[in-house]
Every structure is written in structure tokens, then in C-alpha cells.
């Protein structure tokens, strides 16, 4: 695997692009969305993306390793993708947005440490993971006393199952091997060409392994899948690091070659 850093939680990535806590609809800083953000979809990227340009795509940097938390903007509502630190200034930053669903791609700590600040701000949000991850995401604050243990799930996400946000829609796809229970969001309708990959894949690397739960064989399963189900010119959003394509992943990443 790459570089197993210990007390990471995510890959053999590095965090060492700027970081603003951004906002997001209207009120981002230099990582909101739409066309001014470094992150932004939805039109305003040069492999495919998503085909709806009223549709947008934020980030926050959450927590300490500056996980991408992803707010997915369609109509007047939206999505919250990994909220693994600060719920509560996340949740003030929604204006009149309606909160669907709060997403987490996987169980730990970094990416679902913010959910029950969150869920108490916006108590009608659906918070939903997949249940191999749902004891892993209850025990957050073990990991590290900023993180609050996640609440009990509205509902569990499995493979093929869907998520609507206005004109968008999310398909799941089980990619376990960082943890047990990771999964893949891939954009649908207006929000076709936007992935969602949490920790299965990153810029040049994918997730680690060696965590309670990791499994190399099974990983290597899940970014076969990647590779030959996804369309190339779509947009991975990993959660930690850099937007890429998997167009360049596949021409460059080490964990996507034969």
C-alpha cells in the first residue's frame, strides 16, 4: 500500500493544499463551489463533470485530517457528503437549503465525526451509511476526543441502491476493502460524471489497508470495479486531497494498472 502513516485514517496521499473552510452557496471561501471554487463541478471542470450547470458542488476541509466534507447542490436541496468534523458551522452555512441526506462513504472517524452535531442542527436530514460500517462509525470519539460517535443511522445504503437530490441522482456501489462497509456514490442525471469515492481511491493512491477492517485483496476488488464500470471522463471527488479524473488515474495511478 502506500504510505501507512500512523494515526491516518485515510492513504498515502498528502494534505498539503490550501485549506479554507469555504462555505458553500454564496459563502464559500477559496474551496466552495460552483465556479469560483478549486473544487468545483458541475460544468466548471475539464473531464466530463457533471451536465447541469444550475447543480453545484462544495467542500468543506473538516477536522484535523482535512477531510473533504462535500455538499452536493441541486434545486433547493441537497446532500451532505462525509461530514466528519464540524457539523454545527456546516449546518450554518445551508441558508434556506433543504437537507436530504447526510452521507457517509465509510465508518471512520474523519468523515463521520460531525454527523450528530449536524443531525441535531437539521434533525430531518437522513443520515445513511452502510451497515458493515455502522459499529466502526459509533465508536468515532475513540479515536480521537474531537470526534463525536455517529447516531444511529436513518437507513442503510447497499449496492444499487438510489439517492434523489432535485435533478440529481446517486447510484450506490459497495466498494469495501478500506473498511467493510465503503461505498461509491456515482452521480446520475444532472449530477452525471460526479463520483463520489471517500477513501477507496485518491490521486495517485487509494486508501489504506492495514486498519481494523482493511483488506488489500478486497480493495483491489472495489478499484477493479472502479475502473472498468465508471465512465473514464468522470470526476473523482476522494476524500482527502485533490479532484482528479479517472482518465488520469488510469493513465498514472499505480493501484489502477494491470
Same mark, same amino acid.
Given at each position: 500500500?502506500?504510505?501507512?502513516?500512523?494515526?491516518?485514517?485515510?492513504?498515502?496521499?498528502?494534505?498539503?493544499? *490550501?485549506? %479554507?473552510?469555504?462555505?458553500?452557496?454564496?459563502?464559500?471561501? /477559496?474551496?466552495?463551489?460552483? *465556479?469560483?471554487?478549486?473544487?468545483?463541478?458541475?460544468?466548471?471542470?475539464?473531464?466530463?463533470?457533471? !451536465? !447541469? %450547470?444550475?447543480?453545484?458542488? =462544495?467542500?468543506?476541509?473538516?477536522?484535523?485530517?482535512?477531510?473533504?466534507?462535500?455538499?452536493?447542490?441541486?434545486?433547493? /436541496?441537497?446532500?451532505? +457528503?462525509?461530514?466528519?468534523?464540524?457539523?454545527?458551522?456546516?449546518?450554518?452555512?445551508?441558508?434556506?437549503? /433543504?437537507? #436530504?441526506?447526510?452521507?457517509?462513504?465509510?465508518?471512520?472517524?474523519?468523515?463521520?465525526?460531525?454527523?450528530?452535531?449536524?443531525?441535531?442542527?437539521? $434533525?430531518? %436530514?437522513?443520515?445513511?451509511?452502510?451497515?458493515?460500517?455502522?459499529?466502526?462509525?459509533?465508536?468515532?470519539?475513540?479515536?480521537?476526543? &474531537?470526534?463525536?460517535?455517529?447516531?444511529? $443511522?436513518?437507513?442503510?445504503?447497499?449496492?444499487?441502491?438510489?439517492?434523489?437530490?432535485?435533478?440529481?441522482?446517486? #447510484?450506490?456501489?459497495?466498494? $469495501?476493502?478500506?473498511? $467493510?462497509?465503503? &461505498?461509491?456514490?456515482?452521480?446520475?442525471?444532472?449530477?452525471?460524471?460526479?463520483?463520489?469515492?471517500?477513501?477507496?481511491?485518491?490521486?495517485?493512491?487509494?486508501?489504506?489497508?492495514?486498519?481494523? =477492517?482493511?483488506?488489500?485483496?478486497?480493495? #483491489? %476488488?472495489?478499484?477493479?470495479? +472502479?475502473?472498468?464500470?465508471?465512465?473514464?471522463?468522470?470526476?473523482?471527488?476522494?476524500?482527502?486531497?485533490?479532484?482528479?479524473?479517472? *482518465?488520469?488515474?488510469?493513465?498514472?495511478?499505480?493501484?489502477?494498472?494491470?
Amino acid at each position: 500500500m502506500a504510505n501507512q502513516n500512523e494515526g491516518c485514517s485515510c492513504g498515502g496521499h498528502h494534505h498539503d493544499e *490550501e485549506h %479554507a473552510h469555504g462555505g458553500c452557496c454564496g459563502h464559500h471561501g /477559496e474551496h466552495g463551489h460552483g *465556479e469560483h471554487g478549486h473544487g468545483g463541478c458541475c460544468g466548471h471542470h475539464g473531464h466530463g463533470g457533471c !451536465h !447541469h %450547470a444550475k447543480d453545484q458542488i =462544495g467542500v468543506f476541509k473538516v477536522g484535523p485530517l482535512e477531510t473533504n466534507c462535500y455538499i452536493y447542490v441541486s434545486g433547493n /436541496e441537497c446532500m451532505i +457528503i462525509d461530514a466528519g468534523a464540524s457539523g454545527a458551522e456546516i449546518a450554518a452555512q445551508l441558508l434556506n437549503l /433543504e437537507l #436530504k441526506y447526510i452521507v457517509a462513504t465509510h465508518g471512520h472517524a474523519d468523515h463521520v465525526g460531525g454527523v450528530k452535531a449536524l443531525k441535531l442542527a437539521v $434533525p430531518g %436530514a437522513q443520515y445513511l451509511i452502510n451497515e458493515a460500517d455502522n459499529e466502526l462509525a459509533q465508536r468515532a470519539h475513540n479515536s480521537n476526543e &474531537i470526534y463525536d460517535d455517529a447516531p444511529e $443511522p436513518d437507513g442503510f445504503l447497499h449496492e444499487g441502491d438510489a439517492l434523489s437530490v432535485g435533478t440529481a441522482q446517486f #447510484k450506490i456501489m459497495e466498494t $469495501p476493502g478500506h473498511t $467493510p462497509g465503503g &461505498i461509491v456514490l456515482v452521480g446520475e442525471g444532472t449530477a452525471t460524471g460526479a463520483v463520489f469515492v471517500g477513501d477507496t481511491l485518491f490521486q495517485g493512491s487509494a486508501g489504506r489497508t492495514d486498519l481494523p =477492517g482493511g483488506n488489500f485483496e478486497t480493495l #483491489k %476488488a472495489s478499484l477493479n470495479r +472502479i475502473k472498468t464500470e465508471l465512465d473514464p471522463t468522470s470526476v473523482i471527488l476522494s476524500g482527502h486531497g485533490n479532484q482528479t479524473s479517472l *482518465e488520469a488515474e488510469l493513465a498514472t495511478n499505480p493501484f489502477l494498472q494491470d
